[in-house]
T-cell receptor, first 113, second 113 residues
């Protein structure tokens, strides 16, 4: 299994500011994924973070709004830029093993005022 | 596009069995997953099944997969009040570590004492 740690666990931010969420995996992994869970909703993939190359974004998500870094095989960051109240969500980091397991961090709960 | 559907709510008595159902549209999904989310927490991987299997059992959990009908179910035996949570079904779109998860809306399981 993989243990995935995220920081911060929660934050309250002002409109127009940016916040960077960190994700640390306890082992080296090829792919890391960032998901968003809006209040009362299911999860939606934002992007796949590739080590050594640009992240791959899903439809509806753009790099300017959600820049991602992946400096090594155990760490990634997601920045939520120029935040608005609509960005209030839980942001979750995910990664998996070669046997098909996909694990999630505890999530970063973001409230934008 | 790919879709995963679940019923939204299930209520059972403590000690009974719970069965949560899920349907998916992507016939190429190689793995299917069940996650549990308790209030204020992240997603806990409960179990997953490879698409060439039709059943997987892990202690109180039994997963049944009908690939022909694209139907997945999770049975929880001897349901306890601690099993009260939201259960998400997810299908892997794509293969292995390069794929993304398509999530259902989540089924809220209420366990009455």
């Amino acid at each position: 299994s993989a243990v995935i740690s995220q920081k911060p666990s929660r934050d309250i931010c002002q409109r127009g500011t940016s916040l960077t969420i960190q994700c640390q995996v306890d082992s080296q992994v090829t792919m890391m994924f960032w998901y968003r869970q809006q209040p009362g909703q299911s999860l939606t993939l934002i992007a796949t973070a590739n080590q050594g190359s640009e992240a791959t974004y899903e439809s509806g998500f753009v790099i300017d709004k959600f820049p991602i870094s992946r400096p090594n095989l155990t760490f990634s960051t997601l920045t939520v830029s120029n935040m608005s109240p609509e960005d209030s969500s839980i942001y979750l980091c995910s990664s998996g093993t070669d046997t098909g397991e996909l694990f999630f961090g505890e999530g970063s709960r973001l409230t934008v005022l | 596009g790919e879709d995963v559907e679940q019923s939204l709510f299930l209520s059972v008595r403590e000690g009974d069995s719970s069965v949560i159902n899920c349907t998916y549209t992507d016939s190429s999904s190689t793995y299917l997953y069940w996650y549990k989310q308790e209030p204020g927490a992240g997603l806990q991987l409960l179990t997953y099944i490879f698409s060439n299997m039709d059943m997987k059992q892990d202690q109180r959990l039994t997963v049944l997969l009908n690939k022909k009908d694209k139907h997945l179910s999770l049975r929880i035996a001897d349901t306890q009040t601690g099993d009260s949570a939201i259960y998400f079904c997810a299908a892997l779109h794509g293969s292995g570590n390069t794929g993304k998860l398509i999530f259902g809306q989540g089924t809220t399981l209420q366990v009455k004492p």
